[in-house]
């Protein structure tokens, strides 16, 4: 599985729009992009993933780059609730092993 | 729908003790994972289960500990002996394998601290 960078922080004022950054310069063509987030004392929970078009969800948009390097997800209209850590997770779906490697992610506060 | 049921919550207990850590994944679901969160180390993958058979357990650090799965709808992991070095954060999470790209969903945890 390609390896992934995000920022160890971040921050944003409640309402805007909170774009949280991942680089994955390493991913293969058959490799597909996820993003989970740890709300403290809680388990990950799923938020997105994409291939290589943008998605959005009810929780969030994710958008890649055409050369699939680096993707940006993005909550819309952040609130207090979503303070958490974002992780952003390559890795090839179709593989039976279907694991999850989970980095350092990103901290996200959002500000009142 | 119910999520991934893990207990207990919390467990304290002194060194030497047997832990034994429960799961219940997902109704329907037939791939189960198990995870540790530590400060240091973070998550970690220490076993999996497709179709209640371990697949995968190269993240289970010791002999010391254990996962089974008897049926589609249990599982535990246990720790024997315990020490202090196991206290960490288990997370049981469940999928949907058969299916491409399904997620995992994940439970709220066992909080483990050994004495």
């Known amino acids: 599985d390609a390896k992934t960078t995000q920022p160890p922080s971040m921050d944003c004022a409640e309402g805007r729009a909170a774009n949280l950054p991942c680089n994955h310069s390493?991913?293969?063509?058959?490799?597909?992009v996820y993003w989970y987030r740890q709300i403290h004392s809680q388990g990950p929970q799923y938020i997105i993933h994409g291939l290589k078009n943008n998605e959005t969800n009810e929780m969030a948009s994710l958008i890649i780059t055409e050369d699939r390097k680096s993707s940006t997800l993005i909550l819309p209209h952040a609130t207090l609730r979503d303070t958490a850590v974002y992780y952003c997770i390559v890795r090839v779906a179709a593989d039976s092993s279907y694991k999850l490697i989970f980095g350092s992610g990103t901290r996200l506060l959002v500000r009142p | 729908d119910a999520g991934v049921i893990q207990s207990p919550r919390h467990e304290v207990t002194e060194m030497g003790q047997e832990v034994t850590l429960r799961c219940k994944p997902i109704s329907g679901h037939n791939s189960l994972f198990w995870y540790r969160q530590t400060m240091m180390r973070g998550l970690e993958l220490l076993i999996y289960?497709?179709?209640?058979?371990?697949?995968?357990d190269s993240g289970m650090p010791e002999d010391r500990f254990s996962a089974k799965m008897p049926n589609a709808s249990f599982s535990t992991l246990k720790i024997q002996p315990s020490e202090p070095r196991d206290s960490a954060v288990y997370f049981c999470?469940?999928?949907?394998?058969?299916?491409?790209?399904?997620?995992?969903?994940f439970g709220d945890g066992t909080r483990l601290s050994i004495l």
């Open positions: 999470a469940s999928s949907f394998m058969t299916a491409v790209n399904q997620p995992q969903h």
């Open positions: 289960f497709n179709n209640n058979v371990p697949i995968d």
């Open positions: 390493t991913i293969s063509g058959n490799e597909y």
